[in-house]
């Protein structure tokens, strides 16, 4: 009954920077395991970044990026904001895609949420990078 309120997808240039920003209406504290997801034409959705609590509780967070985004795109979260985000830069024309963010009351553990796992989803936010 959470919904998440993706913003920020535009179209930019290769190479270019983007901030993809997710809301919830509201505390976060409870959703131990963020993360963004991406459909691209033609393919199945990919969890691209995930960010979890180490423990149930923990005030320490682990990130997982998929191995196309790995170097080049940051996942954060601000619980004071109710708000996580996606850093995205040197994008690339792959890149291209729906992003959309998801949460859930688990842990990730050891990497990237599934989507059968998520309890919260976004709208999405289209994102196009252009050669």
């Known amino acids: 009954e959470m919904r998440l309120v993706e913003s920020g997808g535009d179209s930019v240039q290769a190479g270019g920077s983007l901030r993809l920003s997710c809301s919830a209406p509201?505390?976060?504290?409870?959703?131990?395991?963020m993360a963004w997801f991406r459909q691209i034409p033609g393919k199945e959705s990919e969890a691209v970044a995930s960010i979890s609590r180490a423990s149930p509780g923990s005030l320490q967070f682990v990130q997982y990026y998929s191995d196309s985004v790995k170097g080049r795109f940051i996942i954060s979260r601000d619980d004071a904001k109710n708000t996580f985000y996606l850093d995205m830069d040197i994008l690339r024309p792959e890149d291209t895609a729906t992003y959309s963010c998801a949460a859930k009351w688990d842990l990730c553990r050891g990497g990237n949420m599934a989507s059968s796992e998520v309890d919260f989803w976004g709208q999405g936010t289209q994102v196009t990078v252009s050669s």
């Open positions: 509201r505390s976060t504290l409870g959703l131990a395991c």
